[in-house]
Every structure is written in C-alpha cells, then in structure tokens.
C-alpha cells in the first residue's frame, strides 16, 4: 500500500528508471531473506558517518550505504523486529566484535570501542547491560 501511496505522490515527476530505485528500496526488506540482508550489510563499507561514539539510525546506514559494525547490527535488528517474528533478538559488542543473536548469530566488526548487551524482547521491551 505504501508503494501506491509513493507512486501517487511522487511518480508522475521521476522518470522510469528512478522510480524503479525507488520502489527497489522501498520492497527489499520485507522480500529479502535475513540473510541476504545480512549479505548486502557486509558488503557496504565498515565506516560510520558520525566520528566518536555516536552511531548512526539504522535508516542512515540504509540510505547512505555504509555504517560501522554495531550500527549495522542494529539496522538488522529493526528489520527483523519488524517482521514481528515472536523471538528475543540480542546484539553484544565487546570492543571491535558485535554479534547479532536471533534464529541465526551474525557477526560484524565496530571501531566505535563500545560494550555492552542489549537485548529485545518478542513483546518488544529492550533491556541494556553495561
């Protein structure tokens, strides 16, 4: 439905082939596998747009097409927390290892030198360890 909605609004001033990233965008997370996100998330660039600490939304690191290892961590997080799948997802960052935990465990690398665990709930409650 949002697809119509964006079509409606904004197609009839982009030419055939924008519209068609468009829409690209717009489908892929929801028709893709897990893990050919996950796939696509490794082969972007390791660097985040913000220096320091700070970590970009996962929204940033999809559009911009590169992030650090926790805040990818975090994009396939949101993805599959909206899927609703009904089971706990937990990422662990202990330095430059990030470790996504859901049905599969999935591993990214971080220079961001942050620990910690936080975990979400299948009812949806985030819980962080220090």
Known sequence: MHIVILK??????????RWNVIRSRCKWSTQCSVEDIYAWLEQM???????????A??????NYRTGDGLEKAFLLANIIRQRKTGQEIK????????????????????????????????????????
């Open 8 to 17: 409606a609004v904004i197609g009839p001033h982009l030419s055939r082939q």
């Open 45 to 55: 660039k390791n660097v985040s747009i913000y220096d320091g600490k700070r970590l």
């Open 57 to 62: 939304q996962p929204d940033e690191v999809a």
């Open 91 to 130: 990422i662990t960052v202990d330095n430059d290892e990030v470790r996504l935990q859901w049905q599969n465990r999935y591993r990214f690398v971080s220079k961001k030198g942050l620990r910690g665990e936080t975990r979400v709930s299948c009812g949806g409650v985030v819980g962080v360890t220090r």
